[in-house]
């Protein structure tokens, strides 16, 4: 064999046994933000139909109030790279805690209209900073060898969020008599479900300062023994700590502080690896994933189903989210990262296009054929099953692992602010497009499924098995 195959990279070490479930935890406590994340944003689809009644609201102003939270997102995302690089992952954790804190207090006690869309653009801004810091904290803290694997604690966070939060919202629904506007602890029960987020927002803030900072900020700032005790703890005492920290500072020494100015490759143009993950983000969004988590209880109704029943099939499809999620966990190390991206966007051209075929029927007494009906509520479960098992997964883990160190902080912000734009496009567009024609929204969905598999052949590149410092 060759040396290549054989020798162990430096940074190539693997995290003993006894040091396994302290990175466990650090990597656990670091996805608490995607758990606030998934929480925050579809708790909101069981507070639709009540903020429409109670402000007399048309479906444009209604879509605008929704995703406004998403403006706030992206520019969150934006700058958090550029944050945490100055004053450190974990302080950037503990800000957007209070910000989740004070957007939920806020949401739950507006005074109008106006009022809840600011208090949804705070609560953005925090679910941008964690969609950065959550994925970039847990690669330069995982040992290279189970990095894939941790970093997938991101989307399972984001999807016990929003199966938690569906479930919470179900719960509150019946205690409020099946009605949205029903009466809770003072207040109407859609305010207590976007109040409840304070409780793990709290609880994310907590958490923050039971885990290190990241190595790498900390070599960046000058503490190197802080950061190797980091490193000893989180790879295990059998690796070669000085040579480690070398490695990594020899990565650094070749960057500086990621810039917008240095994406861009001589021009107005970023260079061809900082497209190629904005493309990853746009292809997520752009096949209506979040209109699943953000309208799902909407949708349902306006094909006849009862308000009770819609809110259990939101918390049924994210159950599937759920399981779907803990397969890609399992194979996103052992297949790679591009295998499971072809397999699920085939699977959802299959569920989108079902869904297109038996929302073109017209309903008959509010509803849906009886035929169609179950074949909507099933294409939707296997769309959002072949979802979380390749595109919610793959895409956190590519965006942490595949830019070069120089960049990455840069990169990675861009990527996600716009992963958040297009998420915008897709919820503010949805509520208007369905009104018009529900299943050409969907046949459009099906579309940018099926172009997402010639983008992954030509564009994307394998990243696993490799360190950051093999990334360039």
């Known amino acids: 064999m060759t040396s290549t195959a054989q020798a162990p990279q430096p940074g190539a070490g693997t995290a003993h046994p006894e040091h396994l479930g302290h990175v466990i935890f650090i990597a656990a406590a670091a996805a608490m933000g995607g758990f606030l994340f998934g929480y925050d944003s579809s708790v909101i689809n069981g507070a639709v139909e009540a903020i429409r009644d109670r402000y007399d609201i048309g479906p444009a102003a209604l879509a605008q109030v929704i995703a406004i939270a998403l403006i706030g997102c992206a520019i969150g995302a934006a700058t958090a790279g550029r944050i945490a690089d100055r004053i450190g992952r974990i302080r950037c954790m503990q800000i957007a805690s209070v910000l989740f804190a004070i957007s939920a207090v806020g949401s739950a006690l507006p005074f109008a209209l106006w009022d809840l869309a600011f208090w949804r653009i705070v609560g953005g801004f925090a679910i941008g900073m964690a969609s950065v810091i959550g994925p970039a904290y847990i690669a330069e803290v995982a040992p290279p060898a189970y990095r894939g694997r941790l970093g997938s604690f991101q989307q399972a966070a984001i999807v016990i969020g929003i199966a938690i ?82 490695e990594i500072e020899h990565a650094m020494r070749s960057e500086h502080k990621s810039t917008f100015k240095d994406l861009l490759d001589g021009g107005f143009f970023f260079k061809p690896i900082v ?198």
């Open 165 to 246: 939060s569906q479930l919470v919202n179900w719960g509150l629904l019946n205690a409020a008599g099946g009605n949205q506007r029903g009466q809770l602890m003072g207040l109407e029960a859609w305010q207590v479900m976007l109040g409840v987020m304070v409780i793990p927002a709290v609880l994310y803030g907590m958490l923050s300062f039971a885990i290190p900072e990241s190595p790498r900020f900390l070599l960046s700032v000058g503490k190197r023994e802080r950061a190797k005790a980091i490193l000893a703890d989180v790879e295990g005492k059998g690796v070669d700590l000085d040579a480690r920290v070398a």
């Open 275 to 472: 497209w190629v993950g904005i493309g990853l983000s746009v292809f997520q969004q752009f096949v209506g994933i979040n209109v699943a988590f953000y309208y799902s209880s909407t949708l349902w109704q306006s094909v006849g189903v009862d308000p009770t029943q819609s809110f259990f099939y939101s918390f049924t499809t994210s159950i599937i989210n759920i399981i779907g999620t803990v397969i890609a966990m399992i194979f996103v190390d052992r297949i790679g990262r591009k295998p499971l991206a072809l397999i699920g966007s085939a699977g959802m051209v299959v569920g989108l296009a079902l869904e297109a075929w038996a929302f073109s029927y017209d309903l008959v007494d509010g509803k849906l054929p009886a035929t169609q009906g179950w074949v909507a509520l099933v294409a939707a479960h296997v769309f959002v099953l072949f979802f979380a098992l390749s595109w919610g997964v793959v895409v956190w883990v590519f965006l942490g692992e595949m830019f070069p160190n120089r960049i990455r902080a840069a990169a990675l912000g861009v990527a996600a602010s716009a992963q958040w734009i297009a998420n915008w496009a897709i919820t503010a567009s949805f509520p208007s497009l369905a009104s018009w024609n529900l299943s050409a929204t969907y046949i459009i969905y099906t579309v940018f499924a099926a172009l997402s598999i010639p983008f992954v052949l030509k564009f994307v590149k394998e990243t696993k098995g490799k360190t950051l410092e093999e990334m360039g």
